[in-house]
């Protein structure tokens, strides 16, 4: 039995690509599933026979989300105007990569252990999930985030394209240059959350009080926090959200006056891909930041540089870090199984529950109220410890950024003047014209070609493992740059708070406003404990990792060094 | 029954350093032979027993010498001024070397295998030796090496100090400065032989026609050639001489207002040592130069360099360099084994056979002259070639120093930070206060330190394997920027030839003399081509040997890095 599908968008063909046009509630049959790229091959009711957008139909027989799920295939296909178009994209050469490769993806972690100790609670109502990674690794069982990325309002020439306009040159050398065409690293991205205050609503007037004398519960999904082994904590979603950015495609569009590139996003939920650009995803950015900023840290997408000559490795590393963030917000158990965002049609920038509102969904549940003494306590030490591990980030960067220009730069160029010095005079023995000189001769050149090659390894090495050592700091610093401001809000609470008595005495406020902002601040201290908490687990499993394979890529790199040079050895006869 | 030793020379004990003084004839009983440092303990006919230098006196019983040799201790005795005084030494803490470390050395070298094809000649009168080496590596049937440092005429006091005053202070730093302390290398070291041509009797005035006009056969021992598989070659002994340079010891005079360094020299021989300072290297040097220069490169020595800070390695270096020295010309056929050198008691100074004189010595055997085009050519060869390798050798000595200067600089301090940042930021994570925190900071801490560990071995390694490819480049840019003043004598030699009809025509010589010039000119190409011969079974025997060591070396650092590394990533927990 064919499979049929229901079309839910009219789709015309581009004439010549082997499309085939279709119109909204048509029935039509897939004749090929695996056509792959975001197309499937359908045929419609009049045999014609051609190319369709995945996303443009719904398949009939094919209910992939196990749960709550049914409405995310809807929602995807609100990137319409983003669908994969061949006749205008070209392939850009980049590597295809299988699985995610960003380090702290649970995905491309195949060795993952069932449950740590230190990711289970005593409290029932936070299930931990069969796939136990300590609180950060458990994806939701609502399959929230096709909606998290629903743009449905904003049509393609509404977005200003410059940023992300490849055919800008020059733009690239003028960022911190460095040697032998590594990325731009640690410097110019984005180090710190952009919280415009003045965003809030009368944030700008009266700060973190908005919340704290707020007359009405606030709107939409509660977000409550448990007591776990390791303190307060966020409910965890029972499975794991991930989210696959693959494929750059170059597209063009005004008839190729403006050229961009497209990566093909696919949530692992529903393995369907949809294309975005680079302002999509800021799109999606300045949405979380306004929603979750003032209680999550939500980091700035990677740089928006323009690209030089290196566009190649430029498209490939934005993709990773744009893999990097969505993989990092996917995790998030706010973020990620946000009932907000399940709405669906609802346009989200209409939510009113944005800036210091978000702490009015938050719920501690059976937990009492914390006295202002632990609230500030725990506010200066997370302070304290997110400056620190700043510095200290910022300075293994700065020591990775010199390391990586002297691997790639002048430590291979050494090896190879070494290896070229060998051969050399290798060559000039070659002419003594006597007799069993190639007994030397054979083995000096082979030792000279195995430096050549040693200087190659040594330069193409730091992608194998310096590259996600840093990408990974990279993406911490942009993690705690956020912190100064999220900690604000709540040093600004504590203050509001602090003067409660003198309000309440200068008839400001009453008494038992008082006492409710007292139980916001505590309300706001567990969720800075919480998000802590979610902070260290997700620092311990990304650190542990990236460590791991650094270590583990070092060691392939200085015993295939050594197994080199012990062939080279042996061609040497003791004489 | 104890040992009996006869006195050569008075010894005067000094006060307080339980010493015996003795003198010549006496006969005295040996109670302690192994008290070392050139010293024994003795018991004189009045039962008083005291330490007295071992070279003072011939042990009765004991005739180390096999063959030929047993004039050899009595003239090592004639080192009485540079007898080691225990009084006025001090150890130097350098590292004591158990065998002598240069490179090349075949002493060094236990799994030499007995001889090789290129080593043997089918011509019966170079009877090639048990211990194979081609050529190079047998050592002599007589032991003429004590004679050959025979400097029984010279005084302490006649000798100028001021080189190895070791009290001279900040010399050092005039020298090419090299980060990290690394000695000074291939800059300075002397390149060129130093044949002053006007130190050959009448050769200024008529150059090599002294040798290619002279009247009467030259005195003392002849030099054979003979044809062997390779072309012409040198008589090698049967037996390797070789001499251990070891043992440096601060000495002083003139009551402490001079220090100078004295170092052990041990023929391997006689076993005994004795002790010589720089200036009797020099001496030698000199001496080796005016007798054989103009037929075999007599390298110089290494530079005679004032010490600064680094007065230790400096010793250290200086005396693995007379050893390398030492070494070469102990290998050399016709240095080591010249009769000239066996006369004893006569004074080298006044040896006539020098200068191109020593061309008068050597008898190509039942070899056919050669044609002027023969050796026109042949000396265009080891010109070009020579002036080939010399080119390298400096290219690989530059390209060495480079990499000494980042591997002992700027490179493990970068490894040092790299350890440094893993473990300060493992520091500030044990601030967490998050439970479990311990599974990921203990192992970045070992991390840290296995990164600080690898930055001390790359520190370190240079001075394990670039060290000796170094010093072996060194010493054969030594050897090679002697040729172009050998090859200068042997051109002079043809343009002389060549002149020959002119010089008939206008009645300067005869035209018997004519005919002779000719065979001599044959004659000195035998000698240039048997030295280029032993110069290039040393190279092939030295290469083969360096570049074997420091493939090996580098093995070893490289495996020993990985397991460091392994053993740090064993430390992770997979989570």
Redesign the interface.
């Known amino acids: 039995m064919e499979t049929k599908a229901q079309v839910l968008y009219d789709f015309a063909a581009e004439p010549g690509n082997n499309e085939l046009s279709v119109r909204e509630g048509e029935t039509i049959s897939i004749t090929n599933q695996n056509i792959g790229g975001g197309w499937v091959e359908a045929r419609n009711s009049r045999g014609e026979v051609g190319l369709v957008p995945e996303d443009y139909i719904e398949i009939n027989q094919a209910k992939p989300l196990p749960s709550g799920g049914s409405a995310a295939p809807l929602d995807l296909s609100f990137f319409d105007s983003h669908t994969p178009a061949p006749a205008s994209t070209a392939q850009v050469d980049v590597a295809q990569k299988e699985t995610p490769v960003t380090p702290g993806l649970p995905s491309s972690s195949p060795?993952?252990?069932e449950g740590?100790?230190?990711g289970k609670t005593s409290n029932n109502a936070w299930q931990s999930g069969g796939t136990g990674?300590?609180q950060a690794y458990q994806g939701p069982d609502i399959y929230p985030y096709p909606c998290l990325i629903d743009i449905s309002g904003a049509e393609d020439d509404e977005w200003d394209d410059e940023w992300d306009d490849v055919k800008s040159s020059g733009g690239y050398a003028e960022s911190d240059a460095v040697d032998g065409g590594a990325m731009n690293r640690g410097g110019a991205h984005g180090s710190s959350m952009k919280i415009a205050l003045n965003k809030f609503p009368g944030f700008s007037k009266s700060g973190p009080e908005l919340y704290l004398l707020a007359k009405q519960p606030a709107k939409g999904t509660k977000l409550p926090i448990y007591m776990g082994?390791?303190g307060p904590v966020w409910a965890y979603p029972d499975y794991q959200l991930d989210c696959v950015v693959a494929d750059p495609k170059k597209g063009s569009k005004m008839y190729g006056l403006k050229s961009y590139i497209e990566y093909q996003v696919t949530p692992t939920t529903t393995n369907k891909p949809v294309n975005h650009r680079y302002k999509h995803f800021d799109w999606l950015y300045e949405r979380l930041l306004d929603k979750y900023g003032s209680a999550i840290p939500i980091p700035s997408l990677p740089d928006k540089q323009v690209t030089g000559r290196f566009e190649e490795e430029f498209i490939k590393m934005r993709m990773e870090r744009l893999q990097g963030w969505m993989s990092r917000m996917c995790r998030h158990p706010v973020v990620s199984s946000s009932e907000d965002w399940k709405t669906g049609k609802r346009k989200a920038e209409k939510d009113e529950t944005v800036g210091v509102m978000v702490f009015a969904t938050i719920e501690p549940e059976g937990l009492q109220d914390l006295d202002m003494i632990e609230v500030e306590q725990k506010c200066e030490?997370f302070s304290?410890?997110t400056k620190?591990?700043d510095?200290?980030?910022k300075?293994?960067l700065t020591?990775?950024n010199?390391?990586w220009k002297?691997c790639t730069g002048?430590?291979p160029k050494?090896y190879q003047?070494?290896g070229k010095?060998?051969q050399?005079?290798s060559a000039?023995?070659t002419?003594?014209?006597?007799?069993?000189?190639a007994?030397?001769t054979d083995?000096?050149t082979a030792?000279g070609k195995t430096y050549e090659e040693i200087a190659q390894m040594v330069a193409e090495q730091p992608k194998k493992d310096l590259h996600f050592l840093m990408e990974t700091n990279n993406e911490y610093k942009g993690l705690l740059g956020c912190f100064p401001d999220t900690i604000g809000v709540h040093k600004a609470a504590i203050e509001k708070v602090k003067e409660g008595d003198k309000l309440v005495a200068a008839s400001k406020i009453t008494s038992s406003e008082k006492t409710g902002m007292a139980k916001r601040a505590s309300t706001m201290s567990y969720s800075l404990q919480a998000e802590m908490?979610h902070f260290?687990?997700n620092?311990?499993?990304d650190?542990?990792?990236v460590?791991?394979q650094y270590?583990?890529e070092?060691?392939k790199f200085?015993?295939k060094?050594?197994e080199k040079?012990?062939q080279?050895?042996s061609q040497?006869?003791?004489?």
Chains 1, 2 share one sequence.
């Open positions: 060795d993952e252990p740590t100790e230190t990674h300590p082994e390791v030490q304290r410890f620190a591990m510095d200290g980030v300075d293994l020591i990775g010199e390391h002297r002048p430590l050494e003047r070494i010095a060998f050399n005079l000039v023995f002419t003594s014209g006597y007799e069993g000189e007994t030397l083995a000096m030792a908490n260290h687990s620092r311990i499993y650190y542990n990792r460590m791991q270590l583990e070092q060691v200085y015993e060094i050594a040079l012990r080279a050895h040497f006869t003791t004489m």
